[in-house]
């Protein structure tokens, strides 16, 4: 226990992610102090004053021999009562021979002794001390059937001590003690957290406690870590991949120039948001961290909805004679799908990516929405005026094509209102939309967006089954491939994969479709009547059951209002199929008379009013005609007037 030669004195650990504190209540700890107790602890028989109090019956649920001959021989008679309720005093004495350190370690050990029967925290020098220490005295005073190494693992976890988030000094403590009892989600839950927080624990006392094996394995993956870790922010820093620009030496410059100022405006959206990008630190170091790489994820995942084509996907068959040819891929709902040369050239670098990143995981759905093409006109001399006004034209076309290939219809509210594709809509608009056909911009930028998710994939994705994440920022992405060291053979763990990742797990929520994740499906065009006596305003639910539907039927459809009549009902609007309003009493009555009629066949309806006639799906306008308005004079006119003869 080399940690506890450093240590300098006694700490406090709360749990639930508090960091650790300073302590110095050992001659008496409010937290154990139990004013309807009936037993009173005292450290020795040399100490006057009792340390805690507590209750008899915590000591008799354990069913402990010791701790029952303890009772038994610290009753306290009724003649001998100093405190009021007061029925047994025990005196836990510490070893006769011993220095002062050991005589304190016993104090600390018995007061988490009762902490442990009470659900309180932990106290020590170091944390791994403490629950050494605490280990000990329970296979001391607990019956030999218990299983003393997962009695206290499952105290840790109900107190919230495996929680070692931002605490280096815990986590190598706990890291330690799991070692020793081979508590396996103990040592993958303290592991992780301290390979990200390595260059802090590696230089506090505590980690003379890890074993040397166990620390070399912290070393080797902390290491590989970094170089990921690296490797993204070469890449992100100026959102450059070699994949992608290689894959552009045949284009053309328009097509090359797409890209860069595609990266251009990645690089100044987030130099607005955070200042400088790649982001400066007060320390020299990696500037990216887990909460950094959080926020690309989120803002890079909202791009891949907006733009994705949900319906390809990539073609797995095994009767493929040659994938290097157009059938690379395949649509759900086209079986004719085919690529072009420059789709083929797209996903080559995708191909390519994925390999020099040492994985065999493509996006499933690595196919863009791509615009109707609108190629560039020729140049040739023309006027001013009409010049201006076909770069007009063609910027609404290039802007609609833009939006008609898009999933914006289809976004949930947190997609649909990130910051980046808000900026993302307005950039591509602007983006030369004269000179640049949108088909071939989009797909350029797409290339850059999926390098990006796949460079995020490798590092967003967390350990899997980790008990405490939190908000570190540090990453908790470490490989345990041949670990824990007892048993480096089974398959005890799991690594990150990058298929948990974002563009992997949500196309499982596109099945359900648009309409029926919002409660709404395409139906026939029907309309609505209230039920008799319901004025209650309309309920979210599409259809309640205080309404009534009825299709209209195709006589109805083609022998449609000729006209506005203000006394017979109107159809339904087209956009409002639902749409009810209230009726007062002489409405009521005309309308009964009309549906009650014997010689009209016409179903209860409801009647729009006439501020909704624009609205409500009338064929033609009304050819009634209107009435005639008084002409007014006006005193100009007067004065204008010519004089009577």
Known sequence: MKGLQQAVNIKLWPGNGESAKPWGKLKQDPKLWDEHGDTLIYFGRGRPDPSFRIRSNLLRDIKSANLMDMLYKGTVLAKNQTMRGVNYKLYMEPPSAGSKIDILRHHITTRNFFAFLLHESLVGFTFYQALVDLHERLEEYLPP?????????????????????????????????????????????????????????????????????????????????????????????????????????????????????????????????????????AQPGLWLDRIIISRLQQDFSALYEYGVDRNVLWNNSDELDDRRKKNLLKSVNTPNFGLDGEDVRMLGVFQNLDCRLNTSSHIPHPYPLLPTSVPTPARMKKSVFSGKKKDKVRESRVAHAYVEASNASLLIREFAQNELVEAFVRFEKTDLPGEVDPREARRERWIIIYCILQTLAGLSVDVPNLSFKGDVSYFLNTRLQGLPPWSPSEKTYLDASREDSHCWTNPQTWADGHFERWGSTKSPRTYVTKSEGSHSSRPLSPEPQSYQSYPMSPESQSSSFAFFDSNRPAPPSEFEPNESCYRDSAYDSSITELSTSPDRGVSPQFRVPSKFAATAGIPQYSVKPLPLRPVLETNQDQKTRRPKR
């Open 145 to 281: 059937t218990v299983d003393c190494a997962a009695a206290l693992g499952s105290y840790l976890v109900t107190v919230g001590l495996v929680n070692v988030c931002n605490e280096p000094r815990a986590a190598a403590g706990l890291l330690a003690w799991s070692e020793d009892v081979r508590w396996n989600e103990g040592w993958r839950e303290a592991f992780v957290h301290s390979a990200g927080m390595y260059a802090q624990l590696s230089q506090l006392q505590e980690s003379a406690d890890i074993s040397l094996p166990t620390k070399a394995h912290l070393d080797r993956a902390h290491l590989e870590l970094q170089v990921r870790i690296q490797e993204a922010e070469d890449s992100l820093s100026i959102f450059y991949f070699d994949d992608a620009h290689f894959a552009q030496d045949d284009m053309s410059p328009t097509i090359r120039a797409t890209s860069d100022r595609f990266r251009k405006f990645l690089k100044q959206f987030y130099e607005k948001e955070y200042q400088n990008w790649p982001i400066r630190r």
